[in-house]
């Protein structure tokens, strides 16, 4: 199977489970599925291939978690649209949530999934110890240590263009949450901890690489791939891959981070070889 089939292919299975999820008769789920729809699901799929490539032998133990990581990524989305931050009109194909439904409603939203994801997380009674680990370990990633600094930092004007708060940013916005949706597949599969470490490790490059990439595709990108419309006058503010090193910089650098995290997979042995195949999609990517 190639890496085009594989996402595919975990990527049915996700969308199967958020459906199942999102059934509820209460119509402000509906709202909430709005926004969920479309997603590449990146980051639940990681999950998924590190609990399955860390030995891992009943799917459904990681799918609940999985897919609360796709949530919180959901939520972060909505609430980046609006006017207040990145003021974007378009994702994942259509209307943003506030233009949909009002920025109350947007923000309501986001909240709902953002606390959904954690009913999910501790769906089952099973393993409480990795269940409470993993909600610990996402917290961190999510919150003020990781994605909402990050994103203080983003909409912040930056006019020296510093390659040290760049990382600053790419870090917590991007990397600490792709790293963590490595670690807590392998958490559920009881890994040992060497191990997670180093995913955790090759999953910050990797967090890295893709916000390169992100930052590349909104220099480079299409709208009718990207879902949405790139707002130049915000991204001539933000401090970006692009904006600190030029085009050809960026992409040399983001290069360089996939070779540092496909370096660390491929010490984790063949079962581990997916995560490479992952690496070289998202620096290739052109969406």
């Given at each position: 199977?190639?890496?085009?089939e594989y996402?595919?292919?975990?990527?049915?299975?996700?969308?199967?489970?958020?459906?199942?999820?999102?059934?509820?008769?209460?119509p402000?789920?509906?709202i909430?599925?709005?926004?969920?729809?479309?997603?590449?699901r990146?980051?639940?799929?990681?999950a998924?291939a590190?609990?399955?490539?860390n030995?891992g032998?009943?799917?459904n133990?990681i799918?609940?978690?999985a897919?609360g990581?796709?949530?919180?990524?959901?939520?972060?989305?909505?609430?980046?649209?609006l006017?207040?931050?990145?003021?974007?009109?378009?994702?994942r194909?259509?209307?943003?949530?506030?233009?949909?439904?009002?920025?109350?409603?947007a923000?309501?939203?986001?909240d709902?999934?953002?606390?959904y994801?954690?009913?999910?997380?501790?769906?089952?009674?099973?393993?409480?110890?990795?269940?409470?680990?993993?909600?610990?370990?996402?917290?961190?990633a999510?919150?003020?240590?990781?994605v909402?600094?990050g994103?203080?930092?983003?909409?912040?004007?930056?006019?020296d263009?510093?390659?040290?708060?760049?990382?600053?940013?790419?870090?917590?916005?991007t990397?600490k949450?792709?790293a963590?949706?490595i670690?807590?597949?392998a958490?559920?599969?009881?890994?040992?901890?060497?191990?997670?470490?180093?995913?955790e490790k090759?999953?910050l490059y990797?967090?890295?690489l893709?916000?390169y990439?992100?930052?590349?595709?909104?220099?480079?990108g299409?709208k009718e791939?990207?879902?949405k419309?790139?707002q130049?006058?915000i991204?001539q503010k933000?401090?970006?891959?692009?904006?600190?090193?030029?085009l050809?910089?960026?992409?040399?650098?983001?290069?360089?981070?996939?070779t540092?995290?496909k370096n660390?997979?491929?010490?984790?042995?063949?079962?581990?070889?997916?995560?490479?195949a992952i690496?070289?999609?998202?620096?290739?990517?052109t969406?």
């Amino acid at each position: 199977m190639n890496i085009n089939e594989y996402l595919a292919e975990k990527r049915q299975i996700v969308d199967a489970a958020l459906k199942k999820y999102f059934s509820d008769t209460n119509p402000f789920f509906e709202i909430m599925y709005y926004s969920l729809d479309r997603g590449k699901r990146i980051r639940p799929i990681l999950a998924i291939a590190s609990y399955e490539a860390n030995g891992g032998k009943d799917i459904n133990e990681i799918i609940p978690i999985a897919c609360g990581l796709e949530l919180i990524h959901t939520y972060s989305l909505i609430h980046d649209d609006l006017p207040a931050m990145d003021n974007d009109d378009y994702r994942r194909g259509k209307e943003s949530a506030h233009k949909k439904f009002g920025e109350a409603i947007a923000v309501l939203s986001g909240d709902g999934l953002f606390a959904y994801a954690f009913e999910l997380f501790a769906q089952s009674e099973d393993r409480p110890p990795q269940r409470i680990r993993i909600v610990r370990e996402v917290s961190e990633a999510v919150g003020p240590k990781g994605v909402v600094y990050g994103q203080v930092l983003d909409i912040q004007e930056h006019k020296d263009l510093n390659p040290k708060s760049l990382r600053q940013i790419h870090l917590n916005k991007t990397a600490k949450f792709i790293a963590l949706s490595i670690k807590v597949g392998a958490i559920m599969a009881e890994a040992p901890e060497h191990r997670i470490r180093i995913l955790e490790k090759a999953g910050l490059y990797l967090g890295i690489l893709f916000q390169y990439t992100d930052d590349i595709l909104d220099v480079t990108g299409k709208k009718e791939k990207l879902g949405k419309t790139p707002q130049k006058d915000i991204l001539q503010k933000k401090l970006t891959a692009p904006r600190v090193y030029g085009l050809s910089g960026a992409k040399f650098r983001a290069q360089r981070y996939a070779t540092r995290a496909k370096n660390l997979f491929n010490q984790l042995g063949r079962n581990f070889e997916i995560f490479s195949a992952i690496t070289d999609f998202v620096l290739n990517r052109t969406f």
